[in-house]
């Protein structure tokens, strides 16, 4: 229900430890910009005056022309090994006519210790020689965090792979015909919670362990697309890790077109140094 430049998607209330709360899903549009709130909650106790709050989620858009920026933060409650937490996690994502940057990240406080990671990947032609055009770079790191990586059957679903090559850089579908479209702060939600639920699986809170990693796209004689990671584990142990896929696809698709394969292959690799 929209009501001037406001956009009410949800409103519901819950009664819970005697207390009555009510929620809310709603957006802001003016000008090109969107601040959306999801699960903004107010709650009170039934025999006093005493209000708390909450909110689950934030999300800010901006779209004008060739320019998008938008950004996505959540907070939610883990529980692992290391207990039951509040995490808080981010995605941004900024897309001009020439290059876009993705970033995703995560932070927690557990058992006392700040957790920390980052990821970003920029698509961007940097160049080069056409066996090796470098069209994309990506870096993160990791406080207070583990990394583990993947079997090489895998390699292609591991998550800062699987993102550098076009995986939360971009948002999800729309919707088709008899599905209700996503609007960007809901897609990039949707996105973020996806790609969380991945990355916990590989990159997970843990004292004292700390990752560095670089990553290089590039393709080769515009027929062969290639991601190469390095990730370098250190603190309670030192690792070197390796990870490459190239992906050969025809009939070959232009920049910015989406082509279904006639005939694909894949090559992945997969290196890891334990002294």
């Known amino acids: 229900q929209a009501v001037g430049p406001v956009q009410f998607n949800r409103i519901g209330f819950k009664y819970k430890d005697k207390m009555i709360w009510g929620y809310l899903d709603a957006s802001l549009t003016l000008a090109g910009l969107t601040l959306s709130l999801d699960g903004l909650g107010v709650g009170n106790p039934i025999n006093t005056f005493d209000p708390k709050f909450s909110l689950n989620g934030l999300g800010l858009d901006y779209s004008e022309g060739p320019v998008e ?3 996505s933060f959540l907070r939610s409650t883990v529980t692992d090994s290391n207990g039951t937490y509040d995490e808080y996690d981010g995605m941004a994502i900024l897309k001009m006519e020439m290059f876009s940057l993705m970033a995703i990240g995560s932070y927690a406080k557990v058992n006392g210790y700040d957790s920390l990671f980052l990821y970003a990947v920029l698509d961007f032609p940097l160049g080069g020689p056409a066996f090796f055009f ?8 990791g406080y207070n965090r583990a990394i583990k990586v993947p079997p090489i059957d895998q390699v292609s679903q591991f998550p800062l792979v699987n993102e550098a090559v076009g995986g939360a850089g971009s948002t999800p579908s729309a919707g088709t015909a008899t599905q209700t479209p996503l609007d960007p702060a809901a897609a990039r939600r949707a996105t973020l919670q996806k790609e969380l639920t991945k990355l916990r699986t ?8 700390y990752f560095l990693a670089a990553g290089i796209r590039f393709t080769s004689f515009e027929m062969l697309d290639s991601f190469a990671l390095a990730a370098v584990s250190f603190g309670q142990h030192f690792e070197v890790d390796v990870l490459g896929l190239s992906t050969l696809a025809i009939p070959t698709p232009e920049a910015g077109q989406v082509v279904p394969p006639i005939a694909e292959a894949q090559l992945a690799l997969r290196a890891v140094l334990n002294p």
Do not use: D, H, S
Not at 134 to 141: E, Y
Not at 202 to 209: F, H, L, N, R
């Open 69 to 71: 920026i938008g950004g």
């Open 202 to 209: 590989y990159i997970y809170p843990k004292p004292k362990e």
């Open 134 to 141: 470098v069209t994309g770079l990506a870096a993160g790191f």
